[in-house]
């Protein structure tokens, strides 16, 4: 657990269609061309966000590991090749080169190539962000990543106390190693952001560790909700209840930390709760993982270190082998990748009025029992049998203002889970200033006000 799952945040690179193929297969909605009925069209099921476990290998044993990740030495003899990752990259760069890629293990740095593989995917315009515990980031490394052109890393804490991460982590100084490590990302200027794993042992020292991540200048706090898999699997799973309670906190935390992001990853249900409190919460008008649900299998991946293509890392559920089948061809077909797209989901996930902005995870019930489409029972909520709430892309907003055809298309290349949430933003800020019609001009203005003309903001 505490391996990133990063989100975009800045308007992506012209997307290739799925074509189509695609259209064929989910059929037209009516409306415009292209359009499936709900909003989104065949280009909303491009892959964002790939999660690329390249190794098993690991500097150390967590109890939590979905990979049941090995020892640094072993454990990589079936992993994919250099030459494997690089054509992989570029089979990905085929559906999508503006979507983020996050690098990860296992521990990644332990790949002697692991740069060579983040610089080829940096020059085919992909985003690359870190997976890491932080232990094997010297200054050299955290020099070497900036100067390549990587985004940030996710560093995992999962307390405070040292003892109890390193016992946690199943190694002594793993916690002095991650501090290291992030103290060598703030000198040489990668940023960085911590993830915490919500388990019994330290969900209540989570208020402490968002104070602290606070002041050690992250701008990102994650909290992951472990999906008990892999070496996980032995370990016990927080409680529905307590599982509540720290997505309630995590909601108030959203006014508290104006300048810290701090999102509850991995558990879907999060967007009912902030919803509960305030229809109008960012959170719920952001879609999928911005908003803390899950695109696993509609634009979310993950590639096994021996390439296997799942929906996420906590489902070992594989759509095919990159070796034998190329990614395109598999994100594009897979059958197991389109019952992600347009889920009939079952049980109180099915009846229930979130089912669009929340859906559950779906990795929890396929891990009980094998269906990743039946309700997830970490939620404690009973459907109240209304109507379904709709999601934000769905709604359209009152406004005098316009957009000429040029910006038109380009708000529609923005990932529909973060779409309504610019233009919503984008035309706040026309109204202020009287400015009638939205065009490319104005948006690249914003797009440098709010990213500066460099990089977009890292968060992940
Ligand atoms: S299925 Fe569950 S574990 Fe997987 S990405 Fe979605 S919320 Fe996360
Ligand atoms: S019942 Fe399912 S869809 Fe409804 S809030 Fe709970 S997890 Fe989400």
């Known amino acids: 657990m505490g391996k990133p799952l990063p989100v975009i945040n800045s308007f992506l690179s012209s997307l290739s269609s799925l074509g189509s193929q695609a259209m064929t297969r989910f059929g037209s909605g009516g409306g415009k061309p292209g359009m499936l009925g709900d909003g989104r069209t065949v280009d909303d099921f491009k892959p964002y966000l790939i999660a690329l476990n390249l190794t098993k290998r690991c500097n150390l044993k967590c109890d939590h590991c979905y990979l ?14 250099t030459d494997e990752c690089f054509r992989l990259i570029d089979q990905i760069a085929e559906v999508n080169p503006g979507c983020l890629l996050v690098i990860t293990g296992g521990e990644p740095f332990v790949r002697p190539d692991i740069l060579d593989i983040a610089r080829h995917a940096v020059n085919h315009r992909f985003m690359v962000v870190f997976g890491t515990n932080g232990m094997l980031i010297t200054d050299d490394i955290a020099k070497k990543l900036v100067d390549i052109g990587v985004m940030g890393v996710g560093i995992s804490i999962d307390s ?32 960085f952001q911590i993830h915490f794993s919500a388990q019994p ?39 529905p209840e307590q599982y509540e309670e720290v997505l309630g906190y ?32 960012p959170i719920t008008k952001a879609q999928g993982y911005m908003g803390g649900g899950c695109l696993a299998g509609t634009n979310y991946a993950r590639v096994t270190p021996n390439g296997d293509l ?44 979130y089912s669009e902005i929340c859906g559950g995870c779906r990795a929890r019930p396929y891990v009980d029992h094998g269906d990743w489409l ?57 109204m202020e200033q009287g400015i009638p019609t939205v065009t490319i001009e104005l948006m690249e203005e914003l797009r440098k006000k709010r990213f500066g003309n460099e990089k977009p903001v890292f968060k992940f």
């Open 68 to 81: 049941d990740a090995t020892t640094k030495m072993s454990g990589g003899h079936d992993e994919l090749s």
């Open 160 to 191: 405070l106390n040292p003892e109890k991460h390193n016992i946690f982590r199943g190694l002594p100084g793993a916690f002095e190693g991650a501090l290291a490590g992030i103290e060598a990302c703030k000198r040489n200027g990668l940023q």
């Open 201 to 239: 042992m330290n969900y209540q020292e989570l208020p402490t560790v968002i104070d602290w991540a606070h002041d050690l200048g992250a701008k990102v706090l994650n909290v992951f909700f472990m999906v008990c898999t892999g070496r996980g699997e032995e370990l016990t799973d927080i409680t």
């Open 250 to 281: 995590l909601v108030e935390c959203q006014d508290k930390y104006q300048d810290m992001l701090v999102r509850a990853r991995c558990a879907p249900h999060f967007k009912r709760l902030a919803y509960e409190k305030d229809p109008n919460s």
């Open 310 to 353: 799942t929906p996420c890392p906590y489902m070992p559920l594989s759509a095919g082998n990159i070796r034998e089948h190329s990614f395109v061809d598999l994100w594009e077909d897979s059958e197991i990748f389109n019952s992600f797209r347009y889920p009939h989901l079952k049980g109180k996930c099915g009846d229930c009025e």
């Open 374 to 430: 039946d309700e997830d029972e970490w939620c404690l909520y009973t459907p109240k049998g209304g109507e379904k709430i709709q999601v934000a892309f769905n709604i359209s907003e009152d406004s005098s203002i316009t957009w000429d055809s040029a910006a038109q298309e380009r708000l529609e290349r923005i990932p529909y889970f973060l779409r309504a949430m610019v233009k919503k933003g984008v035309e706040r800020h026309a």
